[in-house]
């Protein structure tokens, strides 16, 4: 494939400020500036030269050297702009951030000299290792002789990443080779988990060899100290690795290497693995277990075999116990191949059984493997599809053929599932699960899996699921009376609900990105939609929010990447026909608010809801029946019964729904007589109608009212018809009425107010003045009226006090106002504080009036109370 880099613009100037001189190169992918006692025929013969000599060992010793190049010494400064372009053009895996610098020098004085640095941390990657905050020094005298090289290297990152699975927080490399003796300082950490590895050692660099001597290291993870040495000196060479001894200890735990690795089988490499603990790199599964093992390495034809025995024992996943596992693996010479045995036992039962052979010289068809399942326990599966599925559990038994090769494998085989479950987390309902599972060419045929709820009901899947190619499903049966959901707000704060349904269910798509259709019809159940105002809806975008109910402890291990970490992204998409049994709730206004409607009735709704997607909800819901609680005026909640037919449409989030409610609330209210010669008081029934429509989010509500019933004196009932009238013409009249009636029970007359009545209306009409400005206000809950009355025959008004708290910080403070009998908003108050509820310990300030022979007199004090109880 031809490469084509396009440069449109390049500038080159140069310049001499006395005997220097200086050579420039701008570009869109990098600056570029040379200083120095050069020029360019110069460099030019230095390049020919270097490339004359570059597969010479010796150079010192060449007799075409009679012409040496002249001297020169140069300064150079690259600043990488957009270099990325130009680097993939050499090579494709490498990357420099933007704005990177590069400086050194370049000099040449009977040998050459080179230094690179790096001084502004940066960040490079490369196919399988990336460096973040990277920092470069080196420097090389006698570049192109390795018999007085000497070479300096510091070399640092604050952050490194290993194949995208491993990562570290430092690294810091320090290098020094002088002629072919070297010696070399390392220490990477990761200190989140307060692991470091400091290794060190030195050596001799040889033309047919590289002799290492290991100095005193360590390992320091998981609060355990590892020593790391070697008993002899480690060669590598062309042909052979010769490790001397290494060991890597900490108690009784060890790991330990030694032998060569070469074609020969002679003195192989060995590996001894005693009492291992494996928790933390099985991690990643939360698995635990101990490892021993005895194994042997060797070349043969350029492939890399190994024999021998290992065994994990103990294992568990998620404190679950899942057996004892050893494998032993053989070298047959007649036959050049690997034979493979294995199995899994618990408490004396195989569990898992495998053996085969793998023949390494062969290119194709070289594995031949059986795999049996007697009782396998299926937890295993849980850390593999732990955003899909979970609480699996059940048995598995049958045989499966592993063929083909190591880079395309084929599966082949049957087995049937016994006493399974498994929890669909996106509807966190519990499902029973047996069937029979048939392989065929890397594929999964299933035939009537049958899934079973606590409540009996069923579905049935067939399908298909592929094992290549990100695992796609499909999936499709039909379901009855199955729980369908089972979330509550803790789960899903927009939708959630307990639903039983019959349908049809189809499931598609790769693991990571399924698709679930549903169309069914409710039968029992319920389910809530909550709408939140329009600033929240981009916080509303999680199906839902899983806690592991097992306590997790922190992990001091190095940063890895789980494998099996599914980060599925699953849609689901039900189509249903709700039955009036299922009972249906929908809370609008703000998510704090209590208001709500509920009830029953028949409705066609698409639910599409899925991970990381906020709920999308089409369709129309009709009540039949139900009750609709509101804030009246956001006042006081009252709970009016529902008109059948009233609806809720959905075309979008749930907050764009659209309601069309309407709805009426009865009591008991009390009239006064109007006849001026009796003082009694009538109770008459009150109808308070409600109509919203709008969004939901924030309904119009509009309020009327009636009174159904008539009352046997004709007076009254004029009077009733007038305040009908009246609240037909006049909003002002009607908010006050309807205040009147849900607050004080009464009928408000505008003709006949005094005493008690005259106070009461005088409240009414501040809140009524006050309705349009509170309606988008919450009011606390905390807010108190106590009312004294006394005597109210003899000049109730004068007799009447009114006291207003208001609580803050937990009940702890109090601000108290009183009103009515010689008092009003400012000369009637008190402050106070409750420092300790155990030591019922206050803090008082107040001011009252009181009334001494006619005269009015304010008093003004400060109050510390203590109490303590002695028996």
Same mark, same amino acid.
């Given at each position: 494939m031809?490469?084509?880099i396009?440069?449109k613009?390049i500038?080159?100037?140069?310049?001499?400020?006395g005997e220097?001189n200086?050579l420039?190169?701008?570009?869109?992918?990098m600056?570029c500036?040379?200083?120095g006692?050069f020029?360019?025929?110069?460099l030019?013969s230095?390049?020919?030269?270097?490339m004359?000599?570059r597969?010479?060992a010796?150079?010192?010793?060449?007799?075409?050297?009679a012409?040496?190049?002249?001297?020169?010494?140069i300064?150079?400064?690259?600043?990488?702009?957009k270099v990325?372009?130009?680097?993939?053009?050499?090579?494709t895996?490498l990357?420099?951030?933007?704005?990177t610098?590069f400086?050194?020098?370049?000099?040449?004085d009977h040998?050459?000299?080179?230094?690179l640095?790096l001084?502004t941390?940066?960040?490079i990657?490369?196919?399988?290792l990336?460096l973040?905050?990277t920092?470069i020094?080196l420097?090389?005298n006698?570049?192109?002789?390795?018999?007085k090289?000497?070479? *300096?290297?510091?070399?640092?990152s604050e952050?490194?990443?290993? !194949?995208k699975?491993i990562?570290t927080?430092?690294?810091?490399?320090q290098?020094l080779i002088d002629k072919n003796t070297?010696t070399?300082?390392?220490?990477?950490?990761?200190?989140?988990?307060h692991?470091?590895l400091s290794?060190k050692c030195?050596g001799?660099?040889m033309q047919? %060899?590289?002799?290492?001597d290991l100095l005193?290291?360590c390992?320091?993870t998981?609060?355990k100290?590892w020593?790391i040495?070697?008993e002899?000196?480690s060669v590598?060479?062309?042909?052979?690795i010769d490790?001397?001894?290494?060991?890597?200890a900490s108690g009784n735990? /060890?790991?330990f290497?030694g032998?060569k690795?070469?074609e020969? @089988?002679?003195?192989?490499l060995?590996c001894?693995i005693?009492?291992?603990?494996v928790?933390?790199?099985?991690?990643a599964v939360q698995?635990?277990?101990?490892m021993?093992?005895q194994?042997?390495?060797y070349?043969r034809?350029g492939h890399?075999?190994? &024999? =021998?025995?290992l065994?994990?024992?103990?294992c568990?996943i998620?404190?679950?116990p899942?057996?004892?596992f050893?494998t032993?693996?053989d070298w047959?010479?007649s036959?050049?191949?690997?034979?493979?045995?294995?199995m899994?036992?618990?408490?004396g039962?195989?569990?898992?059984?495998?053996? /085969?052979?793998?023949y390494?010289?062969?290119q194709q068809?070289n594995?031949?493997?059986?795999?049996?399942f007697?009782k396998?326990d299926?937890y295993?599966?849980?850390p593999?599809?732990?955003?899909?599925c979970?609480?699996?559990?059940?048995?598995?038994n049958g045989?499966?053929?592993v063929?083909?090769s190591?880079?395309?494998?084929?599966l082949?085989?049957k087995a049937?599932?016994?006493? =399974?479950q498994?929890?669909?987390?996106?509807?966190? @309902?519990l499902?029973q699960v047996?069937?029979?599972?048939?392989a065929?060419q890397?594929?999964?045929y299933?035939n009537?899996l049958?899934?079973q709820?606590?409540?009996?009901?069923?579905?049935?899947?067939?399908g298909? +699921?592929g094992i290549?190619?990100?695992?796609?499903?499909?999936?499709?049966?039909?379901?009855e009376?199955?729980h369908?959901?089972?979330?509550?707000?803790s789960?899903?704060i927009?939708?959630?609900g307990?639903?039983y349904?019959s349908?049809t269910?189809q499931?598609? /798509?790769?693991?990571k990105d399924?698709?679930i259709h549903m169309?069914a019809?409710t039968?029992?159940?319920?389910f809530t939609i909550?709408?939140?105002?329009?600033?929240?809806?981009?916080n509303t975008?999680?199906?839902?929010?899983f806690i592991y109910n097992k306590?997790?402890?922190? #992990?001091?291990?190095l940063?890895?990447?789980?494998p099996?970490?599914d980060?599925?992204a699953v849609k689901l998409i039900l189509?249903?026909t709700?039955?009036?049994?299922v009972?249906t709730?929908?809370l609008?206004?703000?998510?704090?608010?209590?208001?709500?409607?509920?009830g029953t009735?028949e409705g066609?709704?698409?639910?599409e809801? /899925?991970t990381?997607r906020k709920?999308?909800?089409?369709?129309n819901y *009709?009540?039949?029946s139900? &009750?609709?609680?509101v804030?009246v005026y !956001?006042?006081?909640q009252k709970?009016?019964?529902i008109?059948p037919?009233?609806?809720?449409t959905f075309?979008?989030y749930?907050?764009?729904? +659209?309601?069309d409610?309407?709805?009426?609330y009865?009591?008991? %209210?009390f009239?006064?007589?109007?006849s001026?010669?009796r003082?009694?008081k009538?109770?008459?029934?009150v109808e308070?109608s409600l #109509?919203?429509y709008g969004?939901?989010?924030n309904p119009s509500i509009i309020?009327?009212?009636?009174?159904?019933l008539?009352s046997v004196?004709?007076?009254?009932?004029?009077?009733l018809?007038?305040?009908y009238?009246q609240?037909?013409?006049?909003?002002n009249?009607?908010?006050?009425q309807i205040l009147s009636l849900l607050?004080?029970k009464?009928?408000?007359?505008?003709?006949n107010?005094?005493?008690?009545d005259?106070?009461s %209306?005088s409240i009414?009409?501040?809140?009524?003045?006050?309705i349009?400005n509170?309606t988008?206000?919450?009011i606390?809950?905390?807010l108190d009226i106590?009312?004294w009355k006394k005597?109210?025959? &003899?000049?109730?008004?004068?007799?009447t006090?009114?006291?207003v708290?208001y609580?803050?910080?937990?009940n702890?403070?109090?601000l108290?106002?009183a009103?009515?009998r010689y008092?009003n908003?400012?000369?009637?108050?008190?402050?106070?504080?409750q420092?300790?509820?155990?030591h019922?310990?206050?803090f008082?300030?107040?001011?009252q009036p009181?009334?001494?022979?006619?005269?009015?007199?304010?008093?003004?004090?400060?109050?510390l109370?203590y109490?303590k109880?002695f028996w």
């Open positions: 031809e490469k084509k396009i440069l613009q500038t080159i100037g140069s310049a001499q400020n220097e200086i420039t190169l701008t570009s869109p992918f600056d500036r040379l200083k006692v020029t360019p025929e110069g030019g230095h390049i020919k030269h270097l004359s000599i597969d010479v010796d150079l010192t010793n060449r007799a075409d050297q012409t040496i190049p002249t001297k020169f010494s300064h150079y400064t690259i600043n990488c702009k990325s372009a130009l680097l993939n053009w050499f090579y895996d990357y420099i951030s933007p704005e610098t400086l050194g020098q370049l000099r040449y040998a050459y000299y080179f230094s640095e001084p941390a940066s960040t990657c490369f196919k399988q990336s973040e905050k920092k020094h420097t090389i006698h570049l192109t002789n390795h018999i090289r000497l070479v *300096r290297l510091n070399f640092s952050k490194l990443n290993w !194949n699975k990562q927080d430092h690294l810091a490399l290098l070297f070399m300082s390392n220490t990477l950490s990761c200190q989140p988990h692991s470091t290794l030195s001799t660099l047919d %060899a590289i002799y290492i005193p290291s390992l320091k998981h609060g100290i020593t040495q070697t002899q000196t590598i060479s062309k042909t052979a490790i001397g001894n290494l060991s890597i735990e /060890g790991l290497i032998g690795l070469s020969s @089988t002679d003195n192989p060995h001894t005693r009492n291992l603990t928790d933390h790199f099985l991690e698995g635990a277990g101990t021993d093992a194994l042997l390495a070349l034809k890399f075999i190994t &024999t =021998g025995t065994s994990l024992k103990e568990t998620k404190n679950h899942i057996g004892s050893t032993k693996v047959d010479s036959e050049n191949k690997l034979t493979l045995g294995g899994l036992q618990k408490a039962q195989q569990l898992l059984q495998v053996h /085969g052979y793998y390494p010289e062969k068809d594995l031949n493997i059986s795999v049996g007697n396998m299926l295993l599966l849980n593999l599809v732990t955003s899909v979970s609480e699996i559990k059940g048995e598995i045989n499966f053929q063929t083909g190591l880079n395309e494998p084929k082949n085989g049937t599932i016994d006493k =399974g498994l929890k669909i987390n996106y509807l966190n @309902t499902y047996t069937g029979e599972i048939k065929n890397n594929v999964l299933i009537q049958y899934l709820d606590a409540q009996k009901g069923h579905a049935h899947l067939s298909t +699921i290549q190619n990100g695992f796609p499903l499909m999936l499709s049966g039909k379901v009376q199955l369908l959901l089972n979330t509550s707000q789960d899903n927009d939708f959630y307990n639903i349904a349908g269910v499931i598609q /798509g790769p693991i399924v698709i169309h019809k039968h029992k159940g319920t909550i709408t939140h105002d329009k600033e929240n809806i981009e975008t999680q199906l839902v929010r306590e997790h402890k922190p #992990s001091n291990q940063s890895i990447k789980d099996y970490q980060k599925a189509g249903l709700i039955l009036p049994n009972k709730k929908v609008f206004g703000s998510y704090n608010s209590n208001d709500m409607i509920q009735g066609n709704i698409q639910l809801i /899925g990381n709920p999308y909800l089409l369709g *009709r009540f039949k139900g &009750t609709c609680t804030s !956001n006042l006081i709970t009016f019964t008109t037919n009233s609806q809720v075309n979008g749930p907050q764009e729904g +659209i309601v409610i309407k709805a009426t009865k009591q008991m %209210a009239i006064a007589d109007p001026e010669e003082n009694d009538e109770s008459v029934q308070i #109509s919203a969004k939901l989010v309020y009327g009212i009636r009174f159904p008539k004196n004709a007076q009254i009932n004029t009077k018809e007038e305040c009238s609240a037909l013409l006049d909003k009249y009607l908010n006050k607050i004080a009464k009928v408000y007359d505008v003709k107010i005094n005493g008690w005259a106070l %209306a009414n009409d501040l809140i009524a003045q006050q349009q509170w988008n206000i919450e606390e809950t905390d106590n009312a005597n109210e025959e &003899t000049h109730p008004l004068q007799k006090k009114i006291k708290s609580l803050f910080l937990s702890h403070l109090k108290s106002s009103f009515g008092s908003l400012f000369n009637d108050w008190e402050i106070s504080y420092i300790s509820k155990a019922n310990m206050s008082k300030l107040y001011q009181i009334e001494n022979i006619g005269e009015k007199i304010e008093l003004f004090g400060i109050s109370s109490t109880q």
